[in-house]
Each structure stands twice: as structure tokens, then as C-alpha cells.
């Protein structure tokens, strides 16, 4: 070996040494603690942030660079609130690579860290003033980093990661996102580019938008393409239970492999074996499987490809036992051309409501860009057992829809062309109802529409509309125009039962039932109804006419008009999910009351015809809170009718008895009696649910009626006086007892619930009245007896006369001008 070599070596050793020996006196005397309160007074002074470090900083140097923190806080900008904590976390960096201008990072290790991340509806985050850089007043913003191509690019190489007991709490107004994500451990072997790495996670979701709440965990092997900004996944076993989306108690288990790029908007899926677990209201689904061999999709190359898709569903629906499957075995399109062969299927559900349905199609056709499945075919068949009074036999139903189908795959996007539709229900207490449908539908992410035309049992109806899917809330515009529409030849049997009997009286009211105006806040949109004839329950419509607009939650109803109870309905309403409010203003011409009131109040009080108008208002989140709340006007304008519960002629023609007993009669309402009227009118103003009435008025050939008092509409109770007064008395039979209450106002007391009012005629108040009258007329005809002795008149024959007698009146006259002749 020369001798410059040697000296070369020696030299380069004694540096090496030197340049140890001055690492290691850095190591032992640098103290990292000694820098906190420089931290702290830089957050503070350029990020107006309260930063706190409670635990110790450990650094070491070589051979790797690393530092520990433990106990550190973070306040929000400009407020005490806590933005972030941590309990521990370490950072090691390989020193050697940091002289090749490469970051390496060994290992990232972090416990009980607790963020909260806010967004408002601008855009901006609690994290702006952290991530953004400092430039130095004056500088052009270029000068803030360094030109490109001065350093070499970083390479991203961490050889583990371990986080345990993550927490963010994260509200984002602009995204409607709100809610908690926990991670409660993430291991990782090396991550890097191209690099293959074992994850296991155990996560939990906790979110109030979207509804997500559940636990997320498993294990696969991540491979990182930080190029093309994607991922790979193998050997993937992950699950996930909890609710999501609206759907209920969900487990699901992933198997396979999945690869995404991000740049190219590519998915490859190997394998992939999809387990799942759900309820989604009355639907359960237990045992449920979805397999697919491979599926590539790359929307660049317009390339497309499906292989042995099967899907079987299995679970309840309404208790009833449930299975379905889907084969479609092979799809494969690059750009314009493309292969494939028919899909199949079917669907069973059995129990006292049956269906038996399978669907086909043939080999399909088309493009990347418009995949046509034709000659797509569902025949189904079902039964229903009848339930309640007269719905004892079985419905049968049986039908086929025909639909060509186009798949859209770049715009997430398919069609229903050339659509038809035939439906047959027979029920043995029924006749057939037959429903023929044809038109068209799409949909994408963005819209649908469609247009739809047929007849129900030869009575033609259309339907048109649209929907815009990608605004919130969701926009629908809608008409429909039907011919006839029987809803109770549509809907399952123990829909179109009676109604329920009312509940026994009673002081305390029936059961509540929840009010929820909220999913007109889900809509918003125009929607127009017009039907010749309208059947539902007991309500019976011709002419029907409904125009509606919904806007912001709040519903108005423009126009609802129908020909109904025997006349005519002319009414507006408007609805306010905000306030939870409902107003109604409504007309009725020429109506039946006795039908009206049977078929929305469920009462059988009142008969008549004429004219009922309302201009009422509620608000409430139940029904008993919006009875109590109900405010307005209401006013009846009857003729030939009766006021059904008591016979008020026949119980005033008892008055003698009652009289001589001077006490007042009670008797319970029962529908078997009522007191006719020739005409009925009445007013109310209604406050808290209070109906008030001062001006009754009703006529008949031998009563008058009026009164006044209130219906508790709330508790479904009357306390009204009515005062009777006999007009007319009757020759004969009980005509001297209705005699002897001519001109005499009787007050009659109405107290109870609606179902059982107590009618009580008060004849302790009219008794002396009537005694007075009687006097006052025994004393009229003693003057009568005496003046006709005087003036020397004859005395009333007391048996059937020959011709008719003058009277004592006219003789009297007759007398009278005598005296002054």
C-alpha cells in the first residue's frame, strides 16, 4: 500500500472518530426540554395557539434520528377549546438517507391522540393557518419553497406504523358530514411504493351524517401506488357491524382482492366474496352471499368486464321466509365491441302472503358506452290470504314485465326502454282488477325520468315525472291523471277494513300517536293529481283535483277540489315540517254532514245538507297536542235534517209528568233518537282546541232551537246548553201536554264525551213559569165567562155544532158596535 494511502485511511479514520466523539458529546449534553417554552411562544405568537407539553421530549441521534413526546395540548386559534392532545407518540428517521436529501421513516408510533376537525360552509377549516407556509413579508410567494428540481423528490418509506386510541371528532358544514371515527389500533408492517405490507385495523363509527354507526376491522395485505395514486388490497378479511344508511343490524364480511387507481379511475376486483347480514325495516336478510370472479372496469380503454357474477339473498320479510338469486355469467366490452351471455334469476317468498318470480333475458348487445340487454322478461305469480270481515278468500296475482335494458356504465346510468307491463288480481268477494302499463324510464346519479300510460280495468291513466338526484334536498316533479282509481282493489285487505271503534269514553284521552312532518324536508318539487273517479276506505271522490308545490319543508296545497258527501269540496292547505304546523281552508257545498262527519271525524251526531266551511290552523309533534292546539273558524248552514242522541219533541211531550215531579230528566244519547229540523245554522271560534258556539239556530214545525256553549275537541268533550221553545202544538194525541210549554223556553243541558253524551232537560227552572201561565190563562177566561153574562152572550156550545160559530171574539165585536150606533 502507498504511503499517501496510508495517510489517506488514517486521517479519514481520525475524522470518523472525531466526528463520533462529537455526535456523541451532542447526544449526551443537548437537552430538547430546553427548546419547549421556544415552541410554545412560537404557536403562540405566529398561530395565536396555546400549546402545551407536559411530559418530557426524548431525542436520540444515531444511528437513527428520533423523538418522543408525550402529555402535549393544542388550543383552537384564538380560543382556550381544545383542538388537539396527545398522550404519546414517536418519530425515528434513518440518518444516512437524510444525506441523499431522502426522508426514511423507520417507525411512527402514536397513543390516545384526540383531534377535532371543523369545516364550515365556505370552506374553511380549523386547519388552515397549520398547513399554510410562511412566506416572509414582501417575498414573492415562489420564494416560500425551493425551485424545482433543487433537491431530489421524496420517497416515502415507513417500515411500521402502530396507532392506537385515535379519536376525531369531525362537522363538516359544507360536506354534511358530522360525528366520531375512532381508531382504536392500526398496524402496519413497511409502507412504500410498490411495497407490499400486513394491516390490521380495528376502527369504530360513530357518525350523525350520514347515519354510520358501527365497528369496521379485519386484516389484508396493502400494497401502496403512490403514482398513480391507488391501492391494492389481497387477501382481504374485513367486516363490518352496525348500521348504516338506514339499514339496520348489518355484518358484513369481505373476502378476495381489489385494486383501485386513482389517476385512471380504475377498478379490478379477483374473488371477490361478499357475505352479508341486514334489516331494513320488515326486510332481514341472514346468510346472504355475493360473488364475483373478476370484474375489471377502465373507463379510459372503455373496457368493461364481468365474470361469473351470483348473488343469493336469503332471509324474512314480514316474518315470511325469503330467497332470491342472480346469475349472470359473462360480460366483456372493449370500446365498441361487445360479448356476453344472458342473466337469470329468481325471487320466493312464502307464508300467507306468497310470491313465486323469475326474470331472463337474452345475450346482450351494444357498447362500453350504451350496454343493451334485451328482451329482459319477469313473470311472477303470488297470493295473499284475506283477512277481517268479508275478506275471507285468497287474492291471486299474477303478471309480466317486459323491458328492454340499457346500461350505462361511464355515467352510472340505465334505461327501461320499450317497458311493459300487464298485472291481474283476483279476490273471490272482488271483481278482477287488471292493470295494463307501457312506457319508458332512466335514471342516473344525477336524474330520472319517466313516462308511463295504460288503463286499470279499461279506465286509462298517464304519469309523468322527473327527479333531480344530485341537489339536496331532492327535486321531483310529477303528474298523474287517472280515469278511475280504486285504492281498496289495490291495497292488501285489512287496509280497506272498518274504521276502529271509537275508544270507550271516557275523561282521559285515547292513546297518542307521533305527528312527524320531517320527510318534507327530504322533497321538494311540483306535483299534480287529477282523478274522474277516487275510491280509499270509506271516502268516495269524483272529479278529483289536487295541485301541490313543496319547497324548504313546507307544503302547499294550491287546489283540492273533488265532488263528494253528496256536493262539493273546494279546499287549500299548507304544511310546515319546520314548526311542525298544519292550516287547512276548506268549503263543502251541498254536502251530507251526516256522511262527512262519518268519514273524518268518525261520528254519527248530525244529519242534514248544506254548506260547511273551516279556516283552522294546528301545530303539535302528536295528535293529542294538535287537537289541543287547534285554532279557527267553522260554520254550518243545514236544511232538513237532525240532531241525532235525543228525541226533544217526545221528551216535551212528558212534560206534565215531568212538571208535577218538578225535577230534572236525564237520559244517555242513543242513535235511535234524534230531533229533526227543517233548518240548522251555527258558528264557531276555536281556541286551544276549544270549539265556541253562541248563535245556534235551528228551526223545525214545532220546536225552536238555540244555545250556546263549547266542544273540547281536544278531549273529546261537549258542554252546551240549548234552550227549546215549543212554536206549534198538535190536536190530539199529548197536544195538550206540548200546550201547555207553548212560548215556554226550556233549557236542556249537553255534558259528556261525543260517544256518550248525557242529555239532561232542566224542568226545576221552567216549572214556576209554566204554573204562572196556567194561572194567567184560567184567569183570561174567567174575564171571558164574566163579559159574555154582561153583555148577555150566548155560551159556548158544548158539542159539535151545525156550521161554524162565531166566536167569542166577534160577538164581543158585534156587541160593541151596537153601543155606539
Do not use: C
Not at 391522540?113 to 415562489?142: C, M
Not at 212538571?659 to 244519547?669: F, I, V, Y
Amino acid at each position: 500500500m502507498k504511503p499517501w494511502i496510508r495517510k489517506l485511511l488514517l486521517a479519514l479514520a481520525v475524522l470518523v472518530l472525531l466526528l463520533g466523539a462529537v455526535l456523541a458529546w451532542l447526544v449526551s449534553t443537548f437537552d430538547p426540554n430546553a427548546y419547549k417554552g421556544l415552541a410554545i411562544d412560537w404557536m403562540k405568537t405566529h398561530r395565536a395557539r396555546t400549546l402545551a407539553i407536559d411530559g418530557p421530549i426524548k431525542l436520540s441521534v444515531f444511528p437513527r434520528l428520533a423523538v418522543q413526546l408525550s402529555a402535549v395540548k393544542l388550543s383552537e386559534k384564538g380560543r382556550a377549546d381544545e383542538f388537539a392532545a396527545l398522550d404519546e407518540a414517536s418519530l425515528s428517521v434513518a440518518v444516512l438517507p437524510l444525506l441523499r436529501q431522502q426522508l426514511v421513516v423507520d417507525h411512527v408510533s402514536a397513543r390516545g391522540l384526540r383531534l377535532v376537525y371543523r369545516r364550515d360552509a365556505q370552506g374553511k377549516t380549523n386547519i388552515d393557518d397549520l398547513i399554510a407556509g410562511d412566506t416572509p413579508p414582501g417575498a414573492p410567494a415562489s420564494t416560500a419553497s425551493q425551485p424545482a428540481g433543487s433537491s431530489a423528490p421524496l420517497r416515502f418509506d415507513v417500515s411500521s406504523v402502530q396507532l392506537d386510541d385515535l379519536r376525531l371528532s369531525l362537522r363538516d358544514e359544507r360536506d354534511q358530514l358530522s360525528g366520531e371515527v375512532t381508531l382504536n389500533s392500526l398496524h402496519t408492517g413497511r409502507l412504500a411504493d410498490q411495497v407490499e405490507s400486513p394491516v390490521k385495523l380495528q376502527a369504530e363509527f360513530a357518525m350523525k351524517a350520514p347515519a354510520v354507526k358501527g365497528k369496521l376491522s379485519g386484516e389484508t395485505k396493502l400494497t401502496l401506488l403512490l403514482a398513480q395514486q391507488g391501492v391494492k388490497l389481497r387477501d382481504m378479511q374485513l367486516g363490518w357491524q352496525g348500521d348504516a344508511f338506514g339499514v339496520q343490524a348489518m355484518d358484513v364480511k369481505i373476502q378476495g382482492a381489489l385494486g383501485y387507481d386513482g389517476q385512471r379511475g380504475t377498478l379490478d376486483a379477483q374473488d371477490l366474496d361478499l357475505g352479508l347480514g341486514a334489516t331494513l325495516g320488515s326486510l332481514k336478510l341472514a346468510g346472504s352471499r355475493v360473488q364475483i370472479k373478476h370484474f375489471a372496469f377502465d373507463p379510459a380503454a372503455r373496457n368493461l368486464a364481468l365474470n361469473a357474477l351470483q348473488v343469493k339473498l336469503a332471509g324474512t320479510q314480514g316474518g315470511q321466509p325469503l330467497s332470491a338469486t342472480l346469475d349472470w355469467p359473462e360480460l366483456n366490452v372493449k370500446g365498441e365491441a361487445l360479448t356476453g351471455s344472458a342473466l337469470s334469476g329468481k325471487l320466493s317468498l312464502e307464508g300467507p302472503t306468497a310470491v313465486d318470480a323469475s326474470f331472463k333475458s337474452a345475450a346482450p348487445g351494444g357498447s362500453f358506452d350504451m350496454v343493451k340487454v334485451p328482451g329482459f322478461e319477469a313473470t311472477f305469480k303470488g297470493s295473499m290470504k284475506g283477512t277481517g270481515a268479508g275478506n275471507a278468500g285468497q287474492r291471486e296475482l299474477a303478471g309480466t314485465v317486459r323491458a328492454d335494458l340499457q346500461l350505462q356504465p361511464a355515467k352510472s346510468a340505465f334505461a327501461l326502454d320499450a317497458l311493459a307491463a300487464q298485472l291481474k288480481i283476483q279476490e273471490p268477494s272482488l271483481q278482477p282488477l287488471v292493470l295494463d302499463m307501457r312506457g319508458k324510464a332512466d335514471a342516473s346519479a344525477q336524474a330520472a325520468h319517466w313516462s308511463l300510460a295504460g288503463q286499470i280495468n279499461a279506465n286509462p291513466f298517464r304519469s309523468d315525472g322527473n327527479v333531480t338526484l344530485a341537489g339536496t334536498p331532492i327535486t321531483v316533479k310529477a303528474s298523474a291523471n287517472f280515469e278511475a282509481l280504486d285504492l281498496n282493489r289495490l291495497l292488501p285487505p285489512s287496509s280497506t277494513a272498518a274504521a276502529t271503534p271509537a275508544p270507550a269514553a271516557g275523561d282521559k284521552p285515547a292513546a297518542d300517536t307521533p305527528v312527524d312532518l320531517s320527510p318534507l324536508r327530504a322533497l321538494q318539487g311540483e306535483f299534480s293529481l287529477h282523478i274522474g273517479s277516487f275510491a280509499y276506505q270509506t271516502y268516495r271522490v269524483s272529479d278529483a283535483a289536487l295541485e301541490a308545490s313543496l319547497q324548504g319543508g313546507m307544503l302547499r296545497v294550491s287546489k283540492l277540489y273533488g265532488k263528494t258527501w253528496g256536493g262539493v269540496l273546494d279546499a287549500t292547505a299548507f304544511a310546515d315540517a319546520r314548526a311542525s304546523r298544519i292550516a287547512v281552508k276548506a268549503t263543502a257545498n251541498g254536502v251530507n254532514v251526516n256522511t262527512l262527519l262519518k268519514d273524518v271525524a268518525k261520528k254519527d251526531i248530525l244529519e242534514g245538507t248544506g254548506r260547511v266551511v273551516a279556516d283552522v290552523e294546528t301545530a303539535g309533534r302528536s295528535v293529542n297536542e294538535m287537537k289541543a292546539r287547534l285554532k279557527g273558524t267553522a260554520a254550518l248552514q243545514l236544511r232538513d235534517g237532525a240532531i241525532k242522541g235525543v228525541n226533544l219533541a217526545k221528551s216535551l211531550r212528558q212534560a206534565k209528568a215531568a212538571l208535577s215531579m218538578k225535577q230534572d230528566s236525564s237520559q244517555k244519547a242513543t242513535q235511535t233518537e234524534k230531533t229533526d229540523f227543517s233548518e240548522l245554522t251555527a258558528s264557531f271560534v276555536i281556541t286551544d282546541g276549544i270549539a265556541r258556539n253562541a248563535d245556534l239556530d235551528a228551526k223545525s214545525p214545532f220546536l225552536r232551537l238555540n244555545g250556546s256553549g263549547a266542544l273540547d275537541v281536544g278531549r273529546g268533550r261537549i258542554d252546551y246548553t240549548a234552550r227549546a221553545t215549543v212554536a206549534n202544538t198538535t190536536k190530539g194525541q199529548d197536544g195538550a201536554d206540548l200546550a201547555a210549554l207553548k212560548g215556554v223556553t226550556v233549557p236542556v243541558l249537553l255534558t259528556g264525551p261525543f260517544d256518550a253524551i248525557d242529555w239532561r232537560i232542566q224542568w226545576s227552572q221552567i216549572a214556576a213559569q209554566v204554573i204562572k201561565s196556567e194561572v194567567a190563562g184560567k184567569a183570561e177566561e174567567k174575564l171571558k165567562e164574566s163579559l159574555r153574562g154582561k153583555l148577555g152572550l150566548p155560551a159556548p156550545a158544548s158539542g159539535a155544532a151545525s156550521g161554524p160559530q162565531p166566536s167569542t171574539k166577534d160577538q164581543l165585536k158585534d156587541k160593541l158596535k151596537g153601543l155606539f150606533k
